[in-house]
């Protein structure tokens, strides 16, 4: 998980948020299903892909190569219908973050899960190699409720440092191969890379000039 930072709204939700949101609020009164998704637009989709680099909001994972991802409400909309369509509350992850065991429902004001637009993320969570830690107990909270440390997702993580501690044998060699390798390496804990985070804290450990 990284720090995201929100994009403008876009103006299909400018126009349509009120509406949307009355229309939702109304049907879960009324017991209507299926509830309306009016939020599923590509013109909202496509500006929150956009903020998160087409990775999952949570995990990093990279999702549109083999999903077309899921818009996620960061608080739930059944916990918050007027939050429906509300624009920070909106973000873009995989399905196994979305749908993670716990996650849906969980709604605690006093005691919230991490919000990567609004929290610094590095102050509650910890990388060990291809391991998130926790520093705090939001830390916990959310490591737990989104499963940041489930099998597939370490194994991901772990084939992707393995990849990085091979081009760090070639950085530590002297002549031309080690420029070639440092210009890689710097490319790989930018934001819009998966598994940034874990890379960065990767890199950093191995005295790599980190920027």
């Known amino acids: 998980m990284i720090n995201l930072v929100k994009l403008p709204k876009p103006k299909i939700l400018i126009d349509n948020e009120k509406t949307w949101t009355i229309e939702y609020r109304k049907a879960i009164r009324t017991g209507k299903k299926p509830l309306p998704t009016k939020y599923n637009q590509k013109e909202i989709k496509d500006i929150l ?16 190569a ?18 429906y369509v509300e624009w920070s509350n909106l ?10 065991e716990g996650k849906g429902s969980y709604y605690n004001l006093s005691n919230p899960l991490i919000n990567p637009y609004i929290d610094n993320v590095d102050n509650h969570l910890l990388w060990v190699g291809p391991i998130v830690l926790q520093k705090t107990p939001k830390g ?18 772990e084939e992707k440092l393995e990849e990085i501690a091979e081009w760090l044998k070639v950085w530590n060699l002297e002549g031309p191969a080690k420029t070639i390798a440092e210009d890689h390496l710097d490319k790989q804990y930018h934001n ?3 598994y940034s985070a874990a890379v960065k804290k990767y890199l950093k450990q191995n005295k790599f000039p980190v920027r």
């Open 49 to 64: 892909i956009a903020e998160t680099c087409g990775k999952c909001a949570y995990c990093e994972s990279k999702v549109t």
């Open 66 to 83: 083999v999903y077309p991802g899921d818009i996620e409400h960061i608080l739930p909309k059944n916990k918050r219908p007027d939050l």
């Open 91 to 100: 973000t873009f992850s995989c399905h196994r973050c979305n749908s993670a």
């Open 140 to 157: 916990l909270l959310t490591g737990n409720k989104l499963g940041l440390n489930r099998l597939g997702l370490v194994q991901s993580r």
């Open 192 to 194: 819009s890379k998966e």
